[in-house]
Structures are given as C-alpha cells and as structure tokens.
C-alpha cells in the first residue's frame, strides 16, 4: 500500500505573516489568499486527479504545531487514512487526535521520533 502519495502542505512560523505573504506575492509572483498559495499537481499514477500543496506561513504565537516546539508541520497527503492510522497504532507512532473530517478531507496528527508534529491529510475525492 502506498502510504504517502504527496506533500499537502508546508507550514511554518513567521513573525509577520501578511508581510512575508506580501514579499513572496511581490517577489516570486505567489498568487496569495489568506492562508498562503496553492501549487496544484498531478497524482503520477492518474493524470486526471488534481492535487495542491499549500505554502501557508502561520503566526510565530501558534498553538497548531503543539505539541512539537519545532517552527514548522509537514502535511503529507495519504491515501486511506484509516488503514493507515490503525497501522502506525501497531508501530507504536504517536497519533495526537482523532480523525477529523472536513469537507475538503480527513486529517490526523502524528510526531516523528524527532519530535516533529506531522499532520496527514485524505483529501475529498
């Protein structure tokens, strides 16, 4: 089974968010909205299935990254959530939530051995 099929989603910490999405909207041409910029893609194994990554800066002051202290999450786009979570129970990874489903997907939060939270996202088919 394929496990991770893309990076969702690349969020960090800045001390001014608006500022920092206005220089990369000035500077590199970023197509902003509130929460970042969108890069779509392509599944490699279907060509007709859509996908994006979000750059999204988040407030230095956060609590979303808790309980990791690091000044980043990956979201990593998976396929079958659900299989997935009871596996990584097996292993003994660290699940932080429940799964939570949204319109545009289910999520879940997990920590690496290095502390780093991780956040695993199902998109809506």
């Known amino acids: 089974m394929k496990k991770v099929i893309g990076i969702g989603g690349v969020f960090f910490k ?9 220089w990369y909207k000035e500077n590199l041409g970023f197509d902003i909205d509130p929460y970042g910029t969108i890069f779509q893609w392509n599944d490699s194994d ?9 750059w999204s800066p988040f407030s230095s002051e956060t609590k979303y990254f808790e309980p990791s202290e690091k000044e ?9 959530i659900q299989s997935l979570v009871t596996e990584l ?3 003994g990874v660290s699940i932080l939530d ?3 489903t949204y319109e545009y ?10 502390g780093n939270k991780l ?7």
């Open 14 to 22: 800045s001390s001014n968010p608006d500022k920092l999405k206005e």
């Open 46 to 54: 279907n060509n007709t299935n859509n996908n994006y990554t979000i």
């Open 72 to 80: 980043f999450m990956i979201n990593f786009v998976v396929s079958d």
């Open 89 to 91: 129970k097996s292993a």
């Open 98 to 100: 429940e799964i939570a």
């Open 105 to 114: 997907g289910k999520f879940v939060h997990i920590m690496d051995i290095d």
């Open 119 to 125: 956040e695993l996202w199902e998109p809506s088919k």
